[in-house]
């Protein structure tokens, strides 16, 4: 029974105050008009020149008014849901919720059986999607890894290792392009069991990365549109580099990626009014030796904060990107820190939705174990975000009353029962269990957890008609795509 | 009928519901239930089964003492009941206390409620007791085993002067000595001669066990 634990954060964090959230919105709204962005699509750019912006062809670039922007904005949903396949397992976007996701789309994989350090396949998509369905801290999931057995089809492979394994909503980073995008819609709408219910409950949604400095992908804002006239929810994720594609400094970083993700929100609304979007910004550092990119900064953690605020200032749901750092290695210091910095904090903001749980090396290494440490981590937050208890049950002065000066209460019933809402680490403070005394190495206790979770967990199977709807899917996009 | 009793109390004790756990033993009483079968075929099982549940995980320690708790509840209905000749099975004796001069009494309470829990007879003399007030109690319950806590580090060598007045008074080979508290530690046991020790509640009752040749 796959079961999801959000974050429900009863204490909020804001490190923009409305005066500088204005600033930003200015600024953004300046840019877009003033400098444009860049749409290297001409469906997309023929769609913004019929609804009044400046274009110009040559250059592929896209000026905004200011006012079609904001009217553009004012018809997306503040709050959607995103479906997962059984009872449960919906994430409600509305604001008193955080949902988290495993991060993606890695390209190496620390193989589970032999250790050694291969191309990332199909099969890790699987198995981490069968982990993701067990572990309560995973909310949705993002394939973990590129299925790059499967060639030019291994998007599409992702999608179906991943709804054959979790009953959990799916979002794709990876499919891109109008046809890939029409054979992921087919496969949602398999799952779903119609184009209307698949609308009305979204069992997929998907992630565009923009091009930073203010430009977008072709591939990514043809697959986009599709998905917005499809009513797939799709949200888009700016990375401007502090120093290389953003200016080396935080305040004019957010404002590159507002634009270039706002532009692309607009473009959803103008080809279908009242899409279902969602906005991410991640700011990154440029390492000022090597250009080489830095991620654990206090300057980006910052950012991720002011980013959720600045999505709810558009009025629509945030995305955010949390884990998955630097390090190499699980179990480190640095993890630890970052980890705190990353996902509490945007726990904290009221972030929608978060992904990055399970990866190392800035999103690029799978190491199957990383993810027990992440979950471990993820429950700290959510306990310490839903605050404390001052109720009469949490004052508990009938029983301080009863057991006195020089008493215990160990043998209280009120004792009993609380003792159980006070969340113990089981990495750090192992339980008793069955099986015997746990590994004394941390890391193999959790490697031990992992390997429970593949062998005791049967996520919910694909009735057989989907099963095979989905192979057809998969062949007819093979012959049209090429595999 | 005797069944659903027995598994009554049985419940209370998985339960943890002392105040049930009397209420049946009266009644069980009432409709002339054996009260020797009342402990062997209802708080034991019960007893055993807490005992599992908190080695499986599932079970805290509040747990494990409220069910001891409910035990003792309806033993002090059961008992006074048996008939002459009639007894329930002990591993053994333990008189149980925290040494002179240490007021702390978690520890030992803990250990104590494991002891019973699991067929000792366990006579709680306190805390702040003198080696004296140890062998007395030694002498008076027939006990077979003495645990001594000690949580000070001031407080831990009144621990050996429990041992040297069981040698005075003749008792050091009759009685095997537990030794257990927060500074305690396995050489200390040696040091002073003890014959056990244990760094928790839990392990403490493989040790007791392991003394009375009971494991």
Redesign the interface.
Known sequence: MAKIEPIEPQFHLEVLNPEQLSSIKSATLQIMEEVGVRFPSKKALRIFAEHGALVDWERQLVQLPADMVLEALGQAPRSYVLSGRSEGTDLILDGRRSYFATDGCGTLTIDFETGEERYSCKDDVARMARVADGLSSIAFYWPIVSAQDYGRLAPLHELDASFGNTVKHVQTETVMGEMPARYAVRMAGAIAGSREQMRANPPLSALICTIAPLGHDKEGIEAAMVYAEAGIPVGFMAMPTMGSTAPAAPGGALVIGNAEAASAMVLMQLVAPGAPVFQSLLVSGMDPHTAGYLVSLPQKYLCNVAAVQMAHDWGVPSLAGTFGLDASEPATWQLGRDSVYTALLCALAGTDITIGLGMLKASTLLVPEQIIFDDEIYHTHRVLAEGLDISSQGLALDIISKVGPGGHFLAQKHTRRHLRDVWIPELTQPRPSPDGTPPQDIRQRARAKLDRILVEHEPEPLEEAVRAELDAILSAAERELGS | MSQEIYDKLAKAVID?EPEDAEEWAKKALEQGLDPLDCINEGLSPGIDRVGEL????DY????L??GG?AMKAALNILEPALTQGQGRHVLGQVVLGTVEGD?H??GK??VGTMLTANGFLVTDIGVDKTAAEFVAAIKESGATLVGASALLTTTMLHQKEVIEALKEAGLRDQVKVMVGGAPITESWAKEIGADGYADDAITAVAVAKKLVGAA
Do not use: S
Request: hydrophobic fraction near 55%; aromatic fraction near 12%; avoid cysteine.
């Open positions: 943890g908190f080695a499986t995980g805290f320690l509040p747990d003492i409220i708790d007021l009494e978690i309470t803990l």
